[in-house]
């Protein structure tokens, strides 16, 4: 029972690359979630995906795009890295409206 | 307004001592107040949580105290512990949404 797993663990990028953040859970949540978080600036919502088959957009979403693949996965893309997106990010899932998340080890991203 | 204000930034407390964190917020439509923990190099895991409804909740050494009329509520840590030094963030959820709003967190540090 592993919980939320994210690949990779570290990312380097040069600008202007593309790159997939892979989250996959085994908890059997409907709730999906993507954050960045930045030192001083707490944990800020990039997209979330309330149920299988949709996605909304959270408090930070420009430069990114999201993929609910099926019930256990949730994938974050980066189409054309700028530095200001150098953070680390986190998935996490939830049974329902965000009562309880839970949060995978997250991925540290340095753009270049 | 749909931002948590938390402080301090930092703290250091010797063990046993009592650790105190605050968060403020302007929003009446949140309904729900969860504290996250981390460790260093680890995702965020929830600590305790309490609803507008209740002015106080403990687990074991863990309290939260919560001031409606005042938009206030706040993590006490009694008898603190050097296991006890990770990051805190206080949040607050929308009524019913799906979103978290995370504070900009605190770094405690327990000096043994």
């Known amino acids: 029972n592993a919980g939320v797993t994210q690949t990779p663990k570290f990312q380097v990028l040069k600008t202007g690359q593309s790159m997939t953040l892979q989250c996959a859970q085994d908890m059997n949540h409907n709730s999906m979630y993507w954050y960045r978080q930045d030192p001083g600036m707490g944990l800020r919502l990039i997209y979330y995906s309330a149920s299988e088959g949709t996605t909304d957009k959270g408090e930070v979403p420009n430069g990114y795009n999201v993929s609910r693949l099926n019930k256990r996965e949730f994938s974050l893309r980066l189409e054309s890295a700028a530095p200001s997106q150098t953070s680390v990010y986190f998935c996490?899932?939830?049974?329902?409206?965000?009562?309880?998340?839970?949060f995978g080890p997250g991925t540290r991203l340095t753009v270049t | 307004q749909q931002q948590v204000k938390q402080s301090p930034q930092s703290l250091i407390v010797q063990k046993g001592g009592i650790s105190i964190i605050n968060c403020a917020y302007e929003?009446?439509?949140?309904?729900?107040f969860p504290w996250y923990q981390q460790f260093p190099g680890k995702g965020p895991a929830l600590l305790i949580a309490?609803?507008?409804?209740?002015s106080e909740k403990k687990e074991g050494r863990f309290t939260i105290s919560f001031n409606k009329s005042a938009k206030q509520f706040s993590l006490h840590i009694m008898d603190s512990q050097p296991g006890d030094s990770a990051t805190y963030f206080c949040a607050a959820r929308m009524d019913s949404s799906y979103k978290l709003i995370f504070g900009s967190g605190t770094r405690l540090l327990v000096r043994p």
């Open positions: 929003n009446t439509a949140f309904d729900y």
């Open positions: 309490i609803r507008p409804d209740v």
């Open positions: 996490a899932t939830g049974r329902s409206s965000a009562y309880e998340q839970y």
